[in-house]
């Protein structure tokens, strides 16, 4: 009876038994909805047998694939919010600051065959560039935008964070226009590999495989280092940390150029599996990537990451295996609704994740 | 020293905020609208403003006069030489690949239509004397200083809104004489600039003059002269669509559409302290539901009159809110921010899809809403729309009001502060939270239903989060919790971008700085209610002395 809804069910409990049954029975009725929409379309796919293993194969890789950016991204929701207790709302807007990074260098390299050439460095200097300007833009938000909220409780600096989001995407959009620029498609990138008659694309094995070494190199950074264990302490308890000599304030401008710098390198992926980069291309990774990272745990880190590559699996799977075998038409169209229902779901039933469960008492 | 650093970081900062608007494509839009026709443009103007700004902020505090004025001098000079350096860098590399607003028009504009060297000294030098002006006004006299500030702020008003100026003094005699001096079709005239500047500098100055003479307003009186001038507001509000015509009829038609959704909103963040961003999903219920009760295309349902289908309407939107209402009962805070947000989105790709096309209409939306009639009376121009716009917003309005000091709106306000300490005192928490997202979503849904019958037409493109973002940005720039600060909100945030139509694009822009300056420093609104702008002090008094106490 620790956490979220749970209290009220409980509380209510004792002052009456008929409201009680109100709510619990809503929650009761969704979670029985939900399981019997997910158990009933599973048996319809099932039954109906439409794809084909390669296509599942297809799926779950890019289910990966994608999981492995919401995942990068959801590590910078989770530290941040570690250190301050801010839903840092324009996280998905710092990722797209490094799409538009790494789309100006990577298309004079294209242009001028560099990028053919030398993919290695090329890309090097591609993820440099998304890193570091996606740190160096989240340092500054937290500069100008949330500093003065540190000791502010209620919504101010959760709005201040839309305000942010919306300054970032409408400061790009007049900068750079509003048109959708085109990632340049290095020839290298077309690779595919075949194993017992399964295709696996290269760049979908190249962004996870990268994805995964970045994200360990973080997680070595949060674990071993003097910086990292700060940032462990403050996210513990900052007042205790500050009264033992952590400052504090480093401490939270290191983890937004760590954040930032995270969210810098799944810009640069994501644009480079989607082929676009646009203004408002970070706003619907970034809400996922929140729920991801609730999904895990908010708080913890490993949590982060299981949290995004469980969000992408579930995105990506789910209107096949869940939409398509109730006969809904169109499923992969609704695969935003099957996200964002998931984060729903997950802020209603399990607001602590799977993986925070310290977090959820402060929090709550 | 110190004074000099303040002042050269003061002058850069101003210069980086020149050249982002610069690079934005603000300064360029701004140009082309004429503050005094042939004279002086928006554009100039706001460069004129950074470096008087500059100026005057870099001489806060410099102590003795001439050292502040030194101070000026070297801030407006700083950030002169940065749009100088803007310009000499757009003139010889090209930048428009990148930076898409980097154009020879900019260019021009940046160098007085100079050639780019001796631009960038006119650049320079202009920013030196705007500078040094700002210093000299910052240490000036303030009544004088007020007058100055209030004439110049009258004649941009007067010039950038000549058009809508000019449409309500369309009459002959003699206020058709004092246009034909003040304004020639195309603009403000000089001779009208220098005018309205002497009036209204001279108003300022008497009025100064006035309340020095030892005249301060006991809190009584400022209460009524604060209820005189939002009726006076709330007359022209009702009486600027006869005398301004359809296009402000249509504008004011959207304030007042945005007044009701600022209402509800009001009562669910405001009072209850529950941040819903899903506030677009029930306007979508409220719209849908009464364009298939209404059409008459084949997708319609019923074919219903608008009264019979506008209570339908907000019923289910009532529905629509309790029942998202019930599972996310125990969800608090940010977090219910974001689930309601999910919520909103999910809306919108439902509408959108193939999925729920057969009944929604997909992408093409339902057509053929007929408009509203009294009788054999048809409400179809934008100007009888709003009028039943603004009687929706009078009885929202009368609706919030008393539910304010109601036992709810008391159990409401004990909620947003703590929701435990409530609990325990009694609140009915389930309730009032359910009473709160139904009376919510029932203004979003009245909001939606008129949204229907106003277009004719529902799209799923019209039920972007941005509906949300904007009704929550107007109770926020109006002050939370106060009904004249929707109003006040609606019509800054609603009704201003609408009428300064070429910045459209840049609305957001707006938006999103303008939440995070008010979150800074004036959280508790333009407009505050009594309650919160106490509570907002307390508090703030409070912090101070814990802050003091943290080390770094």
Same mark, same amino acid.
């Given at each position: 009876?620790?956490?979220?809804?749970?209290?009220?069910?409980?509380?209510?409990?004792?002052?009456?038994?008929?409201?009680?049954?109100?709510?619990?029975?809503?929650?009761?009725?969704?979670?029985?909805?939900?399981?019997?929409?997910?158990?009933?379309?599973?048996?319809?796919?099932?039954?109906?047998?439409?794809?084909?293993?390669?296509?599942?194969?297809?799926?779950?890789?890019?289910?990966?694939?994608?999981?492995?950016?919401?995942?990068?991204?959801?590590?910078?929701?989770?530290?941040?919010?570690?250190?301050?207790?801010?839903?840092?709302?324009?996280?998905?807007?710092?990722?797209? %600051?490094?799409?538009?990074?790494?789309?100006?260098?990577?298309?004079?390299?294209?242009?001028?065959?560099?990028?053919?050439?030398?993919?290695?460095?090329?890309?090097?200097?591609?993820?440099?560039?998304?890193?570091?300007?996606?740190?160096?833009?989240?340092?500054?938000?937290?500069?100008?935008?949330?500093?003065?909220?540190?000791?502010?409780?209620?919504?101010?600096?959760?709005? %201040?964070?839309?305000?942010?989001?919306?300054?970032?995407?409408?400061?790009?959009?007049?900068?750079?226009?509003?048109?959708?620029?085109?990632?340049?498609?290095?020839?290298?990138?077309?690779?595919?590999?075949?194993?017992?008659?399964?295709?696996?694309?290269?760049?979908?094995?190249?962004?996870?495989?990268?994805?995964?070494?970045?994200?360990?190199?973080?997680?070595?950074?949060?674990?071993?280092?003097?910086?990292?264990?700060?940032?462990?302490?403050?996210?513990?308890?900052?007042?205790?940390?500050?009264?033992?000599?952590?400052?504090?304030?480093?401490?939270?401008?290191?983890?937004?150029?760590?954040?930032?710098?995270?969210?810098?390198?799944?810009?640069?992926?994501?644009?480079?599996?989607?082929?676009?980069?646009?203004?408002?291309?970070?706003?619907?990774?970034?809400?996922?990537?929140?729920?991801?990272?609730?999904?895990?745990?908010?708080?913890?880190?490993?949590?982060?990451?299981?949290?995004?590559?469980?969000?992408?699996?579930?995105?990506?799977?789910?209107?096949?295996?869940?939409?398509?075998?109730?006969?809904?038409?169109?499923?992969?169209?609704?695969?935003?609704?099957?996200?964002?229902?998931?984060?729903?779901?997950?802020?209603?039933?399990?607001?602590?994740?799977?993986?925070?469960?310290?977090?959820?008492?402060?929090?709550? | 020293?110190?004074?000099?650093?303040?002042?050269?970081?003061?002058?850069?900062?101003?210069?980086?905020?020149?050249?982002?608007?610069?690079?934005?494509?603000?300064?360029?839009?701004?140009?082309?609208?004429?503050?005094?026709?042939?004279?002086?443009?928006?554009?100039?103007?706001?460069?004129?403003?950074?470096?008087?700004? %500059?100026?005057?902020?870099?001489?806060?505090?410099?102590?003795?006069?001439?050292?502040?004025?030194?101070?000026?001098?070297?801030?407006?000079?700083?950030?002169?030489?940065?749009?100088?350096?803007?310009?000499?860098?757009?003139?010889?590399?090209?930048?428009?690949?990148?930076?898409?607003?980097?154009?020879?028009?900019?260019?021009?504009?940046?160098?007085?239509?100079?050639?780019?060297?001796?631009?960038?000294?006119?650049?320079?030098?202009?920013?030196?004397?705007?500078?040094?002006?700002?210093?000299?006004?910052?240490?000036?006299?303030?009544?004088?200083?007020?007058?100055?500030?209030?004439?110049?702020?009258?004649?941009?008003?007067?010039?950038?809104?000549?058009?809508?100026?000019?449409?309500?003094?369309?009459?002959?005699?003699?206020?058709?004489?004092?246009?034909?001096?003040?304004?020639?079709?195309?603009?403000?005239?000089?001779?009208?600039?220098?005018?309205?500047?002497?009036?209204?500098?001279?108003?300022?100055?008497?009025?100064?003059?006035?309340?020095?003479?030892?005249?301060?307003?006991?809190?009584?009186?400022?209460?009524?002269?604060?209820?005189?001038?939002?009726?006076?507001?709330?007359?022209?509000?009702?009486?600027?669509?006869?005398?301004?015509?359809?296009?402000?009829?249509?504008?004011?038609?959207?304030?007042?559409?945005?007044?009701?959704?600022?209402?509800?909103?009001?009562?669910?963040?405001?009072?209850?302290?529950?941040?819903?961003?899903?506030?677009?999903?029930?306007?979508?219920?409220?719209?849908?539901?009464?364009?298939?009760?209404?059409?008459?295309?084949?997708?319609?349902?019923?074919?219903?009159?608008?009264?019979?289908?506008?209570?339908?309407?907000?019923?289910?939107?009532?529905?629509?809110?309790?029942?998202?209402?019930?599972?996310?009962?125990?969800?608090?805070?940010?977090?219910?921010?974001?689930?309601?947000?999910?919520?909103?989105?999910?809306?919108?790709?439902?509408?959108?899809?193939?999925?729920?096309?057969?009944?929604?209409?997909?992408?093409?939306?339902?057509?053929?809403?007929?408009?509203?009639?009294?009788?054999?009376?048809?409400?179809?121009?934008?100007?009888?729309?709003?009028?039943?716009?603004?009687? %929706?917003?009078?009885?929202?309005?009368?609706?919030?009001?008393?539910?304010?000091?109601?036992?709810?709106?008391?159990?409401?306000?004990?909620?947003?502060?703590?929701?435990?300490?409530?609990?325990?005192?009694?609140?009915?928490?389930?309730?009032?939270?359910?009473?709160?997202?139904?009376?919510?979503?029932?203004?979003?849904?009245?909001?939606?239903?008129?949204?229907?019958?106003?277009?004719?037409?529902?799209?799923?493109?019209?039920?972007?989060?941005?509906?949300?973002?904007?009704?929550?940005?107007?109770?926020?720039?109006?002050?939370?919790?106060?009904?004249?600060?929707?109003?006040?909100?609606?019509?800054?945030?609603?009704?201003?971008?609408?009428?300064?139509?070429?910045?459209?694009?840049?609305?957001?822009?707006?938006?999103?700085?303008?939440?995070?300056?008010?979150?800074?420093?004036?959280?508790?609104?333009?407009?505050?209610?009594?309650?919160?702008?106490?509570?907002?002090?307390?508090?703030?008094?409070?912090?101070?002395?814990?802050?003091?106490?943290?080390?770094?």
């Amino acid at each position: 009876m620790s956490a979220g809804p749970l209290a009220i069910p409980s509380v209510a409990a004792r002052r009456g038994a008929a409201r009680m049954s109100a709510v619990s029975l809503a929650l009761w009725t969704v979670r029985f909805l939900v399981v019997a929409l997910v158990v009933a379309g599973t048996i319809g796919t099932i039954l109906k047998d439409r794809y084909t293993t390669a296509q599942w194969f297809e799926f779950v890789l890019f289910g990966l694939t994608i999981g492995s950016l919401y995942a990068q991204v959801a590590l910078g929701y989770t530290m941040v919010y570690g250190v301050l207790r801010l839903i840092n709302f324009a996280h998905g807007d710092i990722m797209m %600051c490094g799409a538009f990074a790494g789309y100006f260098v990577a298309t004079p390299l294209e242009n001028s065959g560099f990028l053919e050439v030398h993919p290695v460095l090329g890309m090097a200097a591609i993820l440099a560039a998304g890193m570091v300007v996606s740190g160096v833009i989240a340092v500054l938000t937290e500069r100008i935008a949330y500093r003065p909220f540190r000791r502010v409780q209620g919504f101010a600096p959760l709005i %201040c964070a839309f305000g942010v989001s919306f300054f970032l995407e409408q400061t790009f959009r007049g900068l750079f226009g509003s048109s959708v620029k085109s990632y340049p498609a290095p020839k290298w990138e077309g690779v595919e590999f075949h194993w017992a008659g399964l295709s696996v694309p290269g760049v979908d094995l190249l962004v996870i495989v990268l994805a995964v070494a970045f994200m360990a190199v973080l997680y070595l950074i949060v674990q071993k280092t003097r910086m990292g264990m700060a940032m462990r302490a403050v996210s513990e308890d900052g007042e205790a940390a500050a009264l033992m000599g952590v400052d504090v304030g480093k401490v939270i401008v290191f983890t937004f150029a760590l954040g930032g710098a995270m969210a810098g390198i799944a810009g640069v992926f994501y644009a480079f599996l989607f082929k676009q980069v646009y203004f408002y291309m970070g706003f619907t990774p970034g809400i996922k990537a929140f729920g991801g990272a609730v999904l895990g745990g908010i708080g913890s880190v490993p949590g982060a990451m299981l949290g995004g590559f469980f969000l992408g699996l579930v995105e990506s799977v789910g209107p096949s295996l869940f939409l398509d075998g109730i006969g809904i038409k169109a499923p992969y169209e609704l695969r935003d609704v099957i996200a964002y229902t998931l984060m729903i779901l997950v802020l209603v039933f399990r607001p602590q994740g799977i993986l925070g469960e310290h977090m959820a008492k402060k929090r709550a | 020293m110190k004074t000099l650093t303040k002042a050269a970081t003061t002058g850069l900062l101003f210069g980086v905020g020149g050249v982002y608007l610069a690079l934005v494509g603000l300064l360029e839009m701004m140009q082309a609208r004429p503050i005094v026709f042939g004279a002086v443009n928006l554009g100039q103007a706001v460069l004129a403003l950074l470096a008087l700004a %500059c100026g005057a902020v870099a001489a806060r505090d410099a102590g003795p006069a001439f050292a502040r004025a030194g101070a000026g001098l070297l801030g407006g000079l700083l950030a002169g030489a940065l749009m100088a350096l803007l310009q000499v860098i757009v003139a010889t590399v090209p930048l428009q690949g990148m930076f898409i607003a980097a154009s020879p028009a900019l260019r021009n504009m940046l160098a007085f239509g100079f050639a780019p060297g001796p631009g960038a000294l006119a650049m320079l030098l202009g920013g030196g004397i705007g500078g040094l002006a700002g210093a000299v006004l910052a240490v000036s006299v303030p009544s004088l200083r007020r007058a100055i500030v209030a004439g110049a702020a009258a004649v941009v008003i007067a010039g950038v809104f000549q058009e809508l100026i000019q449409l309500m003094i369309q009459y002959e005699g003699i206020i058709g004489w004092i246009r034909d001096f003040v304004y020639t079709w195309q603009g403000l005239r000089p001779q009208g600039a220098v005018a309205i500047f002497v009036i209204a500098g001279g108003t300022s100055l008497v009025l100064s003059h006035r309340s020095s003479a030892g005249h301060v307003p006991s809190p009584d009186q400022r209460r009524r002269r604060r209820f005189i001038s939002a009726g006076v507001a709330l007359l022209v509000l009702v009486l600027m669509p006869l005398l301004a015509g359809a296009y402000i009829g249509e504008v004011l038609m959207l304030v007042g559409l945005y007044i009701l959704m600022g209402m509800g909103l009001n009562l669910e963040v405001g009072l209850a302290g529950l941040l819903d961003l899903g506030f677009v999903a029930f306007f979508a219920v409220g719209a849908y539901t009464t364009a298939l009760l209404m059409s008459g295309s084949s997708i319609g349902l019923l074919h219903l009159s608008y009264w019979e289908a506008m209570p339908i309407a907000v019923l289910v939107s009532i529905l629509g809110g309790v029942l998202f209402g019930l599972p996310v009962l125990g969800v608090r805070g940010d977090y219910l921010a974001v689930a309601t947000l999910g919520l909103g989105e999910i809306v919108r790709i439902v509408v959108l899809s193939d999925f729920a096309a057969p009944l929604l209409g997909g992408p093409q939306g339902v057509l053929d809403i007929p408009k509203p009639s009294i009788g054999s009376f048809e409400l179809g121009s934008p100007v009888k729309l709003f009028y039943l716009t603004l009687v %929706c917003a009078g009885v929202a309005a009368f609706i919030a009001w008393r539910l304010e000091n109601s036992r709810l709106g008391r159990a409401w306000e004990a909620l947003r502060d703590d929701e435990d300490v409530a609990q325990a005192l009694g609140v009915n928490l389930i309730r009032s939270k359910l009473l709160a997202y139904g009376l919510g979503a029932a203004f979003a849904g009245l909001g939606g239903s008129i949204f229907a019958t106003m277009l004719g037409s529902v799209y799923p493109s019209s039920f972007q989060l941005l509906i949300s973002i904007n009704v929550l940005a107007l109770i926020i720039v109006g002050g939370m919790g106060s009904l004249p600060g929707v109003v006040l909100g609606a019509i800054a945030l609603i009704g201003l971008p609408e009428l300064l139509r070429e910045f459209g694009e840049y609305r957001y822009l707006f938006y999103g700085a303008a939440l995070i300056v008010m979150m800074r420093w004036k959280p508790e609104g333009l407009w505050p209610s009594e309650v919160r702008s106490r509570e907002l002090h307390a508090a703030a008094g409070e912090a101070e002395p814990v802050a003091a106490m943290e080390p770094g």
